[in-house]
């Protein structure tokens, strides 16, 4: 049984691409097979983030107009190469070139050999996320916890509810526990009591996220918090019941001193 | 030190956000949900006594329904 999830936000640089990318890597060291979709066509980045950009040959568009076969377009991750791929998107191509009924038919093909297909949605509301949201089954929506990026997740939570779509969960991203203390930062209990959906994990504000970006390698997993709430995402995804990660940054008693700001 | 007064931002940009999430739920802009709160007030205070402070107006998506919350002053027959 396959699931078809489209990460969107509304607002742009709120970390759906970050998130895709960590969700699959998640998904895919826990025994799954995933496909990630870069949907947001003419501003391909999903393939930089996973460190894939030299080996891109034919993209999403070749595949919907027929200049290549499906498998030709899929690249292998270098860390799990049997079990994620990467579907990039078109760079020279402008979001008309695809229609929700061929994303639709993408879906559907690619759920003939993969466990989870996640579609990395372009920020805002026009075609390129009408294309994105035709074929999935689930939505993750990714807030961060400011005014603005809330506000469009509002908006496009209420679009989804509308197209029909069941299944959404909230992603928190770039939470700041420090401030969130101070009481200069919405916590997790706001930002779920304004937009009264359902959470499926929060990530803090961790700079091993640029540190891996840099790098190109998704860092879900791996010993950092933001590795760790990730994988929790994936768990959940899964269907466990995992509780909410202490996004607290554990830090020592020397280096909170010599920290300078 | 003398943030003290200050209040939580977090807690403005909650306020903020709650007065604009529900105006766009239902179509229509933040300054008109508080005209229509402020009329709402008025017309229950004909008949029974409001806490104006503590009325809030939410809106849910399905079926889209405009849920008012009023809190009612406490008074010697109604305790």
Same mark, same amino acid.
């Given at each position: 049984?396959?699931?078809?999830?489209?990460?969107?936000? $509304?607002? $742009?640089?709120?970390?759906?691409t970050t998130t895709t990318a960590n969700i699959g890597c998640g998904l895919a060291s826990l025994g799954k097979?995933? @496909?990630?979709?870069?949907?947001?066509?003419g501003l391909r980045n999903l393939d930089v983030v996973m460190g894939l950009e030299n080996r891109i040959v034919y993209n999403l568009v070749d595949v919907i107009e027929g200049n290549c076969r499906l498998? +030709?377009?899929? %690249?292998?991750?270098?860390?799990f190469p049997a079990q994620l791929f990467l579907l990039p998107s078109a760079q020279t191509r402008d979001k008309s070139s695809v229609t929700p009924e061929q994303m639709k038919k993408l879906c559907e093909d690619l759920k003939s050999?993969?466990?989870y297909i996640l579609l990395d949605c372009p920020a805002g509301i026009e075609q390129g996320f009408k294309n994105a949201v035709a074929g999935a089954s689930r939505a993750l929506v990714v807030t961060t916890p400011e005014v603005s990026a809330i506000r469009?997740?509002?908006?496009?939570? $209420?679009? /989804?509810?509308?197209?029909?779509?069941?299944?959404? +969960?909230?992603? %928190?991203?770039?939470?700041?526990?420090?401030m969130v203390k101070r009481g200069?930062?919405?916590? @997790?209990?706001? @930002?779920?009591?304004?937009?009264?959906?359902?959470? %499926?994990?929060? @990530?803090?504000?961790?700079?091993n996220i640029v540190i891996?970006?840099? +790098? $190109?390698?998704? /860092?879900a997993g791996d010993t950092s918090l933001a590795g760790q709430a990730y994988l929790n995402i994936c768990r959940r995804i899964l269907g466990e019941k995992i509780p909410l990660l202490d996004l607290t940054e554990k830090k020592g008693f020397f280096r909170r001193l010599f920290k300078k700001s | 030190m003398f943030r003290g007064k200050r209040r939580n931002t977090s807690t403005i940009a909650k306020d903020r956000l709650r007065l604009l999430v529900n105006a766009e739920r239902i179509d229509c802009s933040p300054g008109i949900l508080l005209m229509m709160k402020k009329d709402i007030i008025k017309t229950v205070n004909k008949y029974i006594l409001v806490e104006?402070?503590?009325?809030?107006?939410?809106?849910?998506?399905? #079926? #889209?329904?405009l849920l008012a919350t009023i809190a009612v002053k406490k008074t010697p027959h109604n305790r």
């Open positions: 049984m396959s699931e078809v999830i489209v990460v969107t936000s $509304g607002k $742009g640089g709120v970390g759906k097979k995933v @496909v990630l979709v870069d949907t947001d066509i498998k +030709q377009a899929l %690249i292998k991750d270098k860390k050999e993969f466990d469009d997740a509002d908006r496009i939570i $209420g679009l /989804l509810e509308s197209d029909g779509m069941r299944n959404i +969960q909230l992603i %928190i991203n770039r939470l700041r526990m420090d200069d930062m919405m916590s @997790v209990e706001d @930002v779920v009591d304004i937009l009264a959906v359902d959470l %499926i994990g929060a @990530v803090p504000d961790d700079e891996a970006t840099n +790098q $190109g390698e998704p /860092l | 104006e402070d503590k009325v809030s107006l939410t809106f849910k998506a399905a #079926p #889209p329904t």
